[in-house]
């Protein structure tokens, strides 16, 4: 009788371990930069949205060095006891932009503030809608081969950034042709909500994913046969 594994074997993990470090470091760069630039932006047009993406891109640097930090671990035991705590960075990040967001976009509506138009804003959010899925599927792909619950949360920041740009380049673009301001602070208000259930699902991530996907999987419910309910891998 042949034996079943449950796992890739230890020279796949090497691999697969490097190549989250590699999707980890791309996702640093490229969030580093949209950041600067949505920030910046955002504060020049008086932007809540704007500035809201900015920070999801700040969160988004610091929950990829917090994989990043998992996996420089020397060995895989410690890399799995890693996985809580880095889970829970990911978390509070989460947590800390939605209350921010909310508190702002409330401020915007009930205010005077208008946004103006911006071009950069715009560009941003378009390159980062064209570019943020295939990191996204690269990185959750490895993740559940893998195993690791952190990486599968990181790979679904990582898509939220590119459903935030979705609803970034509408609010922008609503409010420049057709001047309706309250469109930014809704747009914002997206934002918060998004991160919010994101933030509780990789709360509650520590428990999912506890085994790797099978090594010879081929359907979605094989790969999620290992996983708790909630699990950010299969939701």
């Known amino acids: 009788m042949t034996a079943l594994s449950l796992g890739p074997s230890p020279r796949r993990r090497a691999v697969?371990?490097?190549?989250?470090?590699?999707?980890?470091?791309?996702?640093?760069?490229?969030?580093?930069?949209?950041?600067?630039?949505?920030?910046?932006?955002?504060?020049?047009?008086?932007?809540?949205?704007?500035?809201?993406?900015?920070?999801?891109?700040?969160?988004?640097?610091?929950s990829a060095s917090a994989v990043a930090w998992q996996f420089s671990a020397r060995t895989p035991e410690l890399v799995e006891r890693r996985e809580r705590r880095t889970l829970r960075i990911i978390a509070i990040s989460f947590f800390a932009l939605a209350a921010y967001v909310t508190a702002d976009s409330i401020r915007a509506l009930t205010g005077d503030a208008h946004a103006d138009h911006s071009t950069p804003g715009l560009v941003l959010a378009a390159l980062s809608l064209a570019i943020m899925p295939f990191l996204s599927l690269a990185q959750r792909r490895t993740g559940r081969e893998l195993?690791?619950?952190?990486?599968?949360?990181?790979?679904?920041?990582?898509?939220?950034?590119?459903?935030?740009?979705?609803?970034?380049?509408?609010?922008?673009?609503?409010?420049?042709?057709?001047?309706?301001?309250?469109?930014?602070?809704?747009?914002?208000?997206?934002?918060?909500?998004?991160?919010l259930k994101e933030g509780r699902q990789a709360w509650r991530g520590d428990a999912c994913c506890a085994l790797p996907a099978p090594a010879k999987s081929t359907t979605t419910s094989d790969d999620c046969a290992s996983c708790a309910p909630g699990c950010p891998c299969c939701s």
């Open 16 to 62: 697969l371990a490097r190549r989250v470090r590699w999707l980890v470091a791309a996702t640093i760069a490229y969030n580093a930069i949209e950041a600067a630039v949505a920030i910046t932006a955002g504060t020049i047009a008086s932007s809540g949205a704007l500035v809201a993406f900015g920070l999801d891109s700040v969160i988004e640097v610091a």
């Open 147 to 195: 195993g690791s619950a952190s990486a599968v949360a990181d790979s679904k920041q990582t898509l939220l950034c590119t459903y935030l740009s979705g609803v970034l380049l509408a609010g922008l673009a609503i409010n420049s042709l057709f001047g309706w301001s309250w469109a930014d602070p809704i747009a914002a208000l997206v934002i918060a909500a998004a991160a």
